[in-house]
């Protein structure tokens, strides 16, 4: 059974760093992408960053590109997302996510949440002004 678990969501003030982290179990990504997103209630959810799956090239949105870090650890089958420069606006419930096809993808399917198979259950990252 393939599970994606996200941790080190919390509560931090504006201007605050966090990391999370996405450990996946019953099956190694590592000739995955992974992938980040955050979804806020009432709104569609939107990308955040992705990884390929060699590690060598990292997408973000506009909004997070500078802030944010995407990484992975192929022994610890990890990815992490570093946060830094946090602002009210970057409050969500962020979700890591992997897709079933190995190997490269395009840059817009890379983004494109549809094109991912596993979910984790979500991580609540809440920044106050």
């Known amino acids: 059974q393939v599970q994606l678990v996200e941790s080190g969501g919390g509560l931090v003030q504006a201007g605050a760093s966090l990391r999370l982290s996405c450990a996946a179990s019953g099956r190694t990504f590592s000739g995955h992408a992974m992938g980040w997103f955050r979804q806020v209630p009432g709104k569609e959810r939107e990308f955040v960053a992705a990884i390929s799956w060699s590690g060598g090239s990292t997408y973000y949105a506009d909004s997070v590109k500078g802030r944010f870090t995407i990484s992975r650890d192929y022994a610890k089958n990890t990815v992490y997302l570093q946060m830094n420069s946090l602002k009210p606006e970057d409050t969500a419930v962020y979700y890591c996510?992997?897709?079933?096809?190995?190997?490269?993808?395009?840059?817009?399917?890379?983004?494109?949440?549809?094109?991912?198979?596993?979910w984790g259950q979500g991580t609540q990252v809440t920044v106050s002004s």
């Open positions: 996510a992997a897709p079933d096809q190995r190997g490269p993808l395009a840059t817009m399917t890379v983004k494109d949440g549809r094109r991912y198979d596993y």
